[in-house]
Structures are given as structure tokens and as C-alpha cells.
């Protein structure tokens, strides 16, 4: 009998536990490599790879139904938008029910993967001296755990603490302390509401452009729940549509002293908040515009305003960084790397990438279909086009996403949440008809390949 394929999966957090899960439905045989002690990944604030950016107080920024994997259900009496902490317990619940843990690898930090010297499968190292060999590979180690520090520094210098956003754990960082939260995603508005109920004073908010801020709640729903039946639309109007209905409900951002948005919505990602508006509003929470300078015990903005500050927290977001591949596999830049469908390498379909997207809305439901496209793959159900197919429709994609999020705002890789996941399915039938009309790429592992020779 033919041995079953082998694929690593690097990873045991969302996206490595439902490629786990997919592939062993397909029958494939699977090792998953975790850094850290449990499940859960970024979720799991405890977790000892120190690699989690989970705070004490957050929770879901997407509402359950929306956020939820359609094989596991979050529990009805949940509410709305759990916290952290639920989700990490949820996905724990995960691996345990579909029996995913006796695959993965705890304490097994990978230092490097790479094909063969024979060129047929992989090789993958970890920290401890160990190296196994598999047919395929798939990435799912996220691209949130690299904090960004603002580039180039700003000039001048800072007396007091500095702290970046990954960093942050609960309020008590801030007591009797003057604060200023550099950042305007979804991070900064929950620490600088943190920080008002702690903090020496009003908390200061700098960002040089402004987001649109949505309520978790518009007219009695999570917000996020007309989001499937406007899907059918084209963008251009979704965005209209909901952009009309938010200054109804909560005015614009900018008649809360916040900068002007830079793009409309559903082109830069929203910040969600029930309470950065109310904090604004109550003087507990003050906007600034972008930092100018550092000038000892204090900062001074773009407008010349100078206030003193003891400690700043730097919400400016993450590099995207896979250590253990080389540049061979992530080329000059892994923000820029192109992917079939974001998921497969143009150059070889044996390493194929769960995750490695920015989406509009939640990443769960994301990597679910995704890690059901690797499966159908590497399981053997599913073709790839031909190259060049592959290389026009990640060019097709690209130019259709640099139109509407721009250049300059990893074009590369994002994805629109429901056509994304409306297109995964789509595309794992095609490729299905490829595989049956033999005009597609099939995976042959390489424990196959040498009885074809």
C-alpha cells in the first residue's frame, strides 16, 4: 500500500488547528509544531512562547456568528463578542474534540524548513537538534507577534517608558501615570480606555490619519451582522450603503475631534469600539494629531502642541516575519508575496501558507476555508491551475486590491471577508474538475513520485 501523505503544519494556533483538523478529515498524516505550551496561539495570553499580544480586557472585535468556525459553533448562551480568554478555551475545546492534540508538537520551536537536497519534500528543523522529513508544508504561524516600532524613530528622546502595543497586559501599567497611545486600530482605542481609568489625567490619542470607528452595536445588532446580505453587492455600494447608515448612527470621526478617515470604509480596516466615543466625549481620552518629535519629559505634535507624557504606547502594528523559511521561499519582502489565492507558492505547491492575509473581517472563518483548500490538495481531490493561470489571477488580484485599499497598504494581502470565503469553496470545486478532466496541477508527494520513475 501507497503510504499516506506527510505534511508539518507550523502553528496550533486558529489557522494551524483548522489546517490540522482539514487534513486529517482528508486523510493525511499530520504533525503540527507549536512554540509555545497549549493551543490558541495569540489567543492564549498565557501561552509560554511570549509571542501572544492578548490583554487582560480584550475581546472580540467581530460578533460571534461572524467570528465562529462553521464545523464548531461557539455556544448559543455565549455572548456577542467573548473575550479573549473564551476563545482561547474555544479553540483548547477545539483541538480536544476533533482529536487534534495527539498531533501537535508542543515545545518545538522551528529553526528552519527547507526542500530536500533531492528536491522532494521538506526538511524541518527544530530548536531541539530534531529534523523529519514531509511531502508538503503549510505555514500557519500568523503575522501578529512582530511588533512594528514606529520607522524611522521619531527624533529627540523620551525620559519616561516606552511600551509597544504586543507588550500590553492590563491598566495597572498606567497608574498615576501621564499617557499617550500612539495608533488609531483596534489595540490603541482599547488601551487608551484602559489607561483613562487609571492614568494621571487625560489620556492622550495621536494618529497622523484617521479610521472609521464603528460601534459593536448599530440600531439593536452586532454590526457586523448585515455584513452576508450586503455581500452580494458590489463594494463600491456596500460601502455607500454602510457608510450613510454609521454617520446616522454615531456621526464621523471627525466630530470627535479624531482625524478624517483616509479612504472609505471597507478600504482601510475600521476600528471597533463601544467606548472610545464615550471617552472622547467625557474628556477622559483627548486626540492629538501625529508626533512631531520626543523632547525629554514630553511630546510635541505636528501642530506645535506640547504636552508632557510619562509613558507612550507604540499601537503600530507588526512586521510580517516567517524565521524559519529563507529568502528563496518569501522573497525580498513576505508582505509581498504572491500566492495563489493566498494560500499556495507560485513556485512549488508543496508549501502552501494558512493565514498569511489581511482580512475585512474576522480571521477564523478565513482560515477555515482555507485550510479546507490545502487539504483537498495535499489529500489529493483538488488540482492547481496551470503556472501561468496561477500567476494571472494573483496579478488580477493584486491590481483589484491595490485599486481599492491602495499601494502602500499590503495590497498583497488582503482579501475581502465574505467574497473571500464565498470563493475558497468555488475554487476547491474547480479545482476538483481540473483533477477529473486531468488538465490541472495534482500533489504527488514525494513518496509517490519515485514509484512513478
Same mark, same amino acid.
Given at each position: 500500500?501507497?503510504?499516506?501523505?506527510?505534511?508539518? #503544519?507550523?502553528?496550533?494556533?486558529?489557522?494551524?488547528?483548522?489546517?490540522?483538523?482539514?487534513?486529517? !478529515?482528508?486523510?493525511?498524516?499530520?504533525?503540527?509544531?507549536?512554540?509555545?505550551?497549549?493551543?490558541?496561539?495569540?489567543?492564549?495570553?498565557?501561552?509560554?512562547?511570549?509571542?501572544?499580544?492578548?490583554?487582560?480586557?480584550?475581546?472580540?472585535?467581530? =460578533?460571534?456568528?461572524?467570528?465562529?468556525?462553521?464545523?464548531?459553533?461557539?455556544?448559543?448562551?455565549? &455572548?456577542?463578542?467573548?473575550?479573549?480568554?473564551?476563545?482561547?478555551?474555544?479553540?483548547? !475545546?477545539?483541538?480536544?474534540?476533533?482529536?487534534?492534540?495527539?498531533?501537535?508538537?508542543?515545545?518545538?520551536?522551528? =529553526?528552519?524548513?527547507? *526542500? &530536500?537536497?533531492?528536491?522532494?519534500?521538506?526538511?524541518? =528543523?527544530?530548536?531541539?537538534?530534531?529534523?523529519?522529513?514531509?511531502?508538503?508544508?503549510?505555514?500557519?504561524?500568523?503575522?501578529?507577534?512582530?511588533?512594528?516600532?514606529?520607522?524611522?524613530?521619531?527624533?529627540?528622546?523620551?525620559?519616561?517608558?516606552?511600551?509597544?502595543?504586543?507588550?500590553?497586559?492590563?491598566?495597572? #501599567?498606567?497608574?498615576?501615570?501621564?499617557?499617550?497611545?500612539?495608533?488609531?486600530?483596534?489595540?490603541?482605542?482599547?488601551?487608551?480606555?484602559?489607561?483613562?481609568?487609571?492614568?494621571?489625567?487625560?489620556?492622550?490619542? &495621536?494618529?497622523?490619519?484617521?479610521?472609521?470607528?464603528?460601534?459593536?452595536?448599530?440600531?439593536?445588532?452586532?454590526?457586523?451582522?448585515?455584513?452576508?446580505?450586503?455581500?452580494?453587492?458590489?463594494?463600491?455600494?456596500?460601502?455607500?450603503?454602510?457608510? *450613510?447608515?454609521?454617520?446616522?448612527?454615531?456621526?464621523?470621526?471627525?466630530?470627535?475631534?479624531?482625524?478624517?478617515?483616509?479612504?472609505?470604509?471597507?478600504?482601510?480596516?475600521?476600528?471597533?469600539?463601544?467606548?472610545?466615543?464615550?471617552?472622547?466625549?467625557?474628556?477622559?481620552?483627548?486626540?492629538?494629531?501625529?508626533?512631531?518629535?520626543?523632547?525629554?519629559?514630553? #511630546?510635541?505634535?505636528?501642530?506645535?502642541?506640547?504636552? $508632557?507624557?510619562?509613558?507612550?504606547?507604540?499601537?503600530?502594528?507588526? *512586521?510580517?516575519?516567517?524565521?524559519?523559511?529563507?529568502?528563496?521561499?518569501?522573497?525580498?519582502?513576505?508582505?509581498?508575496?504572491?500566492?495563489?489565492?493566498?494560500?499556495?507558492?507560485?513556485?512549488?505547491?508543496?508549501?502552501?501558507? #494558512?493565514?498569511?492575509?489581511?482580512?475585512?473581517?474576522?480571521?477564523?472563518?478565513?482560515? $477555515?476555508?482555507?485550510?479546507?483548500?490545502?487539504?483537498?490538495?495535499?489529500?489529493?481531490?483538488?488540482?492547481?491551475?496551470?503556472?501561468?493561470?496561477? /500567476?494571472?489571477?494573483?496579478?488580477?488580484?493584486?491590481?483589484?486590491?491595490?485599486?481599492?485599499?491602495?499601494?502602500?497598504?499590503?495590497?498583497?494581502? /488582503?482579501?475581502?471577508?465574505?467574497?473571500?470565503?464565498?470563493?475558497?469553496?468555488? $475554487?476547491?470545486?474547480?479545482?476538483?474538475?481540473?483533477?477529473?478532466?486531468?488538465?490541472?496541477?495534482?500533489?504527488?508527494?514525494?513518496? *509517490?513520485?519515485?514509484?512513478?520513475?
Amino acid at each position: 500500500m501507497t503510504p499516506p501523505t506527510r505534511v508539518a #503544519v507550523i502553528g496550533a494556533g486558529a489557522a494551524g488547528l483548522a489546517t490540522t483538523k482539514s487534513l486529517l !478529515d482528508a486523510g493525511v498524516d499530520v504533525v503540527t509544531y507549536e512554540k509555545g505550551d497549549r493551543p490558541g496561539g495569540l489567543w492564549a495570553r498565557d501561552n509560554s512562547s511570549g509571542l501572544s499580544p492578548a490583554y487582560a480586557s480584550l475581546h472580540l472585535n467581530t =460578533s460571534k456568528a461572524r467570528t465562529q468556525f462553521a464545523d464548531f459553533p461557539m455556544p448559543a448562551h455565549w &455572548s456577542d463578542y467573548p473575550s479573549a480568554d473564551r476563545v482561547a478555551g474555544y479553540l483548547a !475545546d477545539y483541538a480536544e474534540t476533533f482529536g487534534l492534540v495527539p498531533h501537535l508538537r508542543f515545545h518545538r520551536t522551528v =529553526s528552519s524548513a527547507e *526542500r &530536500s537536497e533531492s528536491g522532494e519534500g521538506w526538511l524541518v =528543523s527544530t530548536e531541539d537538534g530534531r529534523t523529519d522529513a514531509y511531502d508538503a508544508l503549510v505555514v500557519a504561524s500568523g503575522h501578529n507577534w512582530d511588533p512594528r516600532w514606529p520607522e524611522p524613530a521619531y527624533p529627540g528622546t523620551f525620559a519616561g517608558t516606552q511600551l509597544h502595543a504586543h507588550d500590553y497586559r492590563s491598566a495597572e #501599567v498606567f497608574r498615576g501615570r501621564r499617557v499617550l497611545v500612539v495608533g488609531m486600530g483596534n489595540s490603541a482605542m482599547d488601551i487608551a480606555v484602559d489607561a483613562s481609568y487609571t492614568a494621571s489625567g487625560p489620556v492622550l490619542l &495621536s494618529a497622523r490619519h484617521g479610521v472609521h470607528v464603528i460601534p459593536k452595536y448599530l440600531f439593536g445588532r452586532p454590526s457586523d451582522a448585515t455584513g452576508g446580505a450586503l455581500s452580494v453587492l458590489p463594494w463600491r455600494m456596500r460601502q455607500r450603503l454602510a457608510e *450613510r447608515l454609521l454617520r446616522l448612527a454615531v456621526g464621523t470621526p471627525q466630530s470627535y475631534g479624531l482625524p478624517a478617515p483616509r479612504g472609505g470604509l471597507f478600504q482601510n480596516h475600521p476600528t471597533i469600539s463601544d467606548t472610545i466615543l464615550h471617552r472622547l466625549t467625557h474628556g477622559e481620552v483627548v486626540p492629538r494629531p501625529g508626533v512631531d518629535r520626543l523632547d525629554g519629559d514630553a #511630546v510635541v505634535f505636528t501642530d506645535g502642541t506640547r504636552d $508632557e507624557v510619562d509613558l507612550i504606547v507604540w499601537a503600530t502594528g507588526y *512586521r510580517v516575519t516567517v524565521p524559519f523559511l529563507t529568502r528563496r521561499w518569501l522573497g525580498e519582502d513576505p508582505e509581498r508575496l504572491p500566492l495563489y489565492r493566498r494560500v499556495f507558492h507560485l513556485d512549488d505547491s508543496s508549501l502552501a501558507f #494558512v493565514g498569511l492575509m489581511q482580512s475585512t473581517g474576522a480571521a477564523l472563518p478565513v482560515v $477555515e476555508a482555507q485550510a479546507k483548500l490545502v487539504a483537498a490538495h495535499f489529500g489529493g481531490s483538488y488540482a492547481l491551475p496551470r503556472a501561468a493561470d496561477q /500567476r494571472r489571477a494573483v496579478a488580477r488580484a493584486l491590481r483589484d486590491a491595490t485599486a481599492r485599499w491602495g499601494a502602500d497598504r499590503r495590497p498583497m494581502m /488582503r482579501v475581502d471577508f465574505d467574497a473571500y470565503c464565498a470563493e475558497l469553496p468555488r $475554487e476547491t470545486r474547480a479545482g476538483r474538475a481540473r483533477l477529473r478532466r486531468g488538465t490541472g496541477r495534482p500533489f504527488i508527494p514525494a513518496c *509517490r513520485q519515485e514509484s512513478l520513475v
